[in-house]
């Protein structure tokens, strides 16, 4: 039980276009999910948490209009990075909390590596 | 505020050897720890948490790990090692108090074993 699933797991886009990354819980309803960034070889980075239903929650120094996020249900979180530059290369990665449960027992999903060129 | 620090980047170690990873934190308010594991191009699989309770805590694939508030470490800590422990390690703390508390990471150890 308890998974997250990314789609897509890689994506290669080019500058100045939009890209679409979603994240589901496939067998639990998350009121919760969370969105973060990887560089290579270095630690997880909190973008945004976003809650089903209302605005997400935004990291300092995370542009908010840059990285979209939409939460429009409870097993379905999405990441829209606009008009993409090279430096948005990275793996991201999203994590979903159940219901149910406190936000920091989270799930993750295996990531979407994307490179922009 | 709470922060995490893994000592060592890089951990390597031989097959059948101690595997230890050290993870000190800092916190103001009562800890909850977390050790997690990521395998290249994949997303992170929880191994263990430290939330109240007995102190040693014991997680998959043979990990534990030991709370000690008075040395404020959650050190990571398997006996003996496998070809299959090679990964990149993270500790991590509850961020803030409460329900809405997140988890903020440590840099990572990415550990090796050889044969």
């Known amino acids: 039980g308890a998974v997250v699933s990314q789609h897509p797991s890689w994506v290669i886009c080019k500058s100045g276009t939009s890209v679409k990354i979603e994240c589901r819980s496939l067998d639990f309803q998350a009121t919760t999910m969370f969105w973060y960034r990887q560089f290579p070889k270095q630690s997880l980075m909190l973008m945004a948490t976003?809650?089903?239903?209302?605005?997400?929650?935004?990291e300092q120094g995370v542009e908010k209009d840059k990285f979209l996020i939409n939460h429009a249900s409870l097993t379905l979180s999405t990441l829209t990075v606009t008009s993409a530059h090279p430096e948005d290369s990275s793996f991201y990665i999203c994590?979903?909390?159940?219901?149910?449960?406190?936000?920091?027992?989270?799930?993750f999903g295996p990531g979407t590596r994307l490179t922009v060129t | 505020a709470q922060s995490v620090t893994q000592l060592g980047s890089h951990v390597s170690v031989s097959e059948g050897a101690l595997v230890l990873l050290r993870c000190n934190y800092s916190s103001s308010v009562p800890p909850y720890l977390f050790w997690y594991v990521q395998y290249p191009n994949q997303g992170l699989q929880l191994l263990l948490k430290y939330t109240t309770g007995a102190t040693l805590v014991k997680g998959i694939n043979g990990f534990e790990a030991e709370f000690k508030k008075s040395e404020t470490s959650f050190h990571l800590t398997k006996p003996s090692a496998h070809m299959s422990d090679a990964a990149e390690y993270f500790c991590?703390?509850?961020?803030?108090?409460?329900?809405?508390?997140?988890?903020?990471f440590g840099k990572g150890t990415k550990l090796s074993v050889k044969p």
């Open positions: 994590s979903a909390s159940p219901t149910d449960r406190l936000h920091y027992e989270q799930y």
């Open positions: 991590a703390v509850r961020r803030g108090g409460g329900s809405q508390g997140n988890l903020i």
């Open positions: 976003s809650n089903e239903g209302s605005k997400a929650t935004y």
